[in-house]
């Protein structure tokens, strides 16, 4: 997979668990070396050989500087360079037992289980530069290269578009929103019947509501996000995964319910929904959910 995506990537050699460093542990140095030869050759000078230094021993004799001085050797060998990083867990040092606490809520377990998983000493903070130059003085480039990386990291998010994932089901030249009032009116007619044109209820117009929130919604270009949702709510009542009635700001819409999104009539028992306009609740969802 990296080597089909690898375009526009900076790979690092990552922590101890990384397969270069595993395979140093593990005395397999000629298999080491073989996979930074791989990553060199794919990444070129976007691959960096990742050293760190949070005082810790591993098997076989090994610890962290010696680890870090044998993969600074390899680096030069095969003209990688080589860049300095940190493990970080909590922001500063003395918050190192309240991440411990939090690990232990997260995992179900205790402090005085010997057999949970607990990260050694308290090193794993946010280092700032002058302590991160002062641990790898003996490597001064290597603080130098994490500069370098990132300045390669130059990139301007884009605030102005909003970027929705397409879906995936359309037919060949079926645009998603012809699919989308192609499933809202199947479902209308299976909600209120064939005749749902025509149905009225508490002063609604069951059609003129629904083209209404259709042309809101095509408007904001939320007709893919709409058929996504229909399709992984639908996947999850047919495999028997529990579903809620609906929430959110536009649970109110027909069009969800058509969609069997939801389950309340929303023109019936409005009384019990807040109501908000469609257009506000559609742009406080893309928000709410990180939605661009």
Same mark, same amino acid.
């Given at each position: 997979m990296l080597e089909q995506y690898h375009e526009g990537i900076i790979c690092q050699s990552a922590c101890v668990q990384g397969i270069i460093q595993q395979n140093v542990l593990d005395g397999e140095f000629e298999t080491a070396y073989e996979w930074a030869r791989r990553f060199k050759g794919l990444f070129g000078d976007d691959f960096y050989m990742e050293i760190q230094d949070h005082g810790l021993e591993f098997r076989n004799g090994w610890n962290d500087r010696k680890l870090d001085e044998y993969l600074v050797k390899m680096a030069h060998e095969l003209g990688i360079k080589v860049i300095a990083t940190n493990d970080f867990?909590? +922001?500063?040092?003395? /918050? *190192?037992? !309240?991440?411990? &606490? +939090?690990?232990? &809520?997260? %995992? *179900? !377990? !205790?402090l005085d289980n010997p057999d949970r998983m607990k990260m050694e000493g308290s090193e794993f903070y946010? %280092? !700032?530069? /002058?302590?991160?130059?002062d641990l790898f003085s003996w490597v001064p480039e290597a603080c130098d290269n994490t500069l370098d990386v990132a300045s390669k990291c130059d990139y301007e998010l884009?605030?102005?578009?909003m970027y929705l994932p397409q879906y995936p089901g359309l037919r060949p030249g079926e645009s998603a929103d012809a699919r989308f009032r192609e499933e809202c009116e199947k479902g209308l007619a299976k909600r209120y019947g064939d005749d749902w044109r025509n @149905? @009225?209820? /508490?002063?609604?117009n069951v059609r003129e509501r629904f083209e209404y929130e259709y042309k809101v919604i095509c408007d904001k270009g939320f007709a893919n996000y709409f058929l996504i949702v229909q399709d992984y709510v639908q996947w999850a009542k047919d495999n028997g995964i529990g579903v809620g009635p609906g929430r959110g700001s536009a649970a109110g819409a027909i069009v969800a319910y058509a969609m069997n999104i939801t389950s309340f009539e929303p023109a019936r028992e409005r009384p019990h929904v807040r109501e908000v306009p469609l257009a506000r609740a559609l742009r406080d969802a893309r928000y709410r959910y990180g939605l661009r």
């Open positions: 867990h909590y +922001l500063n040092r003395e /918050d *190192a037992p !309240t991440q411990d &606490i +939090l690990s232990c &809520i997260g %995992k *179900a !377990t !205790t946010m %280092k !700032t530069e /002058d302590e991160m130059r884009d605030w102005n578009s @149905v @009225v209820i /508490d002063g609604i």
